[in-house]
């Protein structure tokens, strides 16, 4: 049998070399854009399933997003033309120099992983007072906690060495080498009603009979 052999014109033949690979690249971008519209809103629902921070999911969905664009890039190069010993070396050079700089930076990614512990483990919640103790015995930072970032948990000073009002910005990573004593119902709520009146309310008393 014969096989059927379709000629095409030289002017259609130069235009198919720049056509099929625009539909690949314009395929391939479509196919980007679904994924990524897919982990969005994957992100979106089990945010709102599990009730999880908007701190933790928008970072969440730009690593996802810039993952996509990167790939996107890679599969658009090599549809060009771009051979694949030129992409690994220009991957492994990105890796190298990322390699770089998450060593440089470790401080605050080990932040960032520490404050995806405090929120999903939860070893405390807004409200609680807690405080920081090198040993069970030792004192250290004490105070209402009233924000918790991607980098720092603040806590209202309880101390009775500085102003009311200061506050304490503490690492995350450093919640996770301290011991933590913790108070959910507030500091004064696990206080019997026969306990000696603290240094703060001896304060405040010496101040009201000051001023009468």
């Known amino acids: ?95 190298t120099v990322g390699a770089v700089a998450f060593f440089a930076a470790w401080s605050v990614l080990s932040n960032l992983f520490c404050a995806l512990l405090i929120v999903t483990v939860g070893p405390y919640r807004l409200g609680d007072y807690i405080e920081l103790l090198d040993t069970a015995e030792k004192p250290g930072a004490k105070g209402r906690v009233v924000d918790i970032n991607m980098l720092y948990t603040t806590l209202e000073d309880a101390s009775t060495s500085h102003r009311e009002g200061a506050l304490l910005q503490i690492p995350n990573s450093l919640i996770f080498q301290r011991v933590v004593r913790r108070w959910k119902g507030g500091i004064h709520a696990h206080v019997p009603d026969d306990a000696p009146p603290s240094a703060q309310e001896e304060a405040a008393a010496q101040e009201l009979t000051t001023r009468a």
């Open 1 to 95: 049998m014969r096989r059927l052999s379709i000629h095409l014109p030289i002017w259609l033949q130069d235009w198919l070399e720049v056509l099929i690979p625009a539909a690949q690249i314009l395929l391939i971008l479509f196919a980007a854009w679904l994924i990524n519209l897919f982990f969005k809103r994957v992100i979106y629902r089990t945010g709102a399933h599990y009730a999880l921070p908007r701190e933790l999911l928008v970072p969440l969905r730009g690593t996802i997003r810039w993952l996509i664009i990167a790939a996107t890039m890679l599969l658009i190069l090599e549809r060009l033309g771009v051979s694949a010993t030129v992409l690994w070396t220009a991957f492994t050079g990105f890796a």
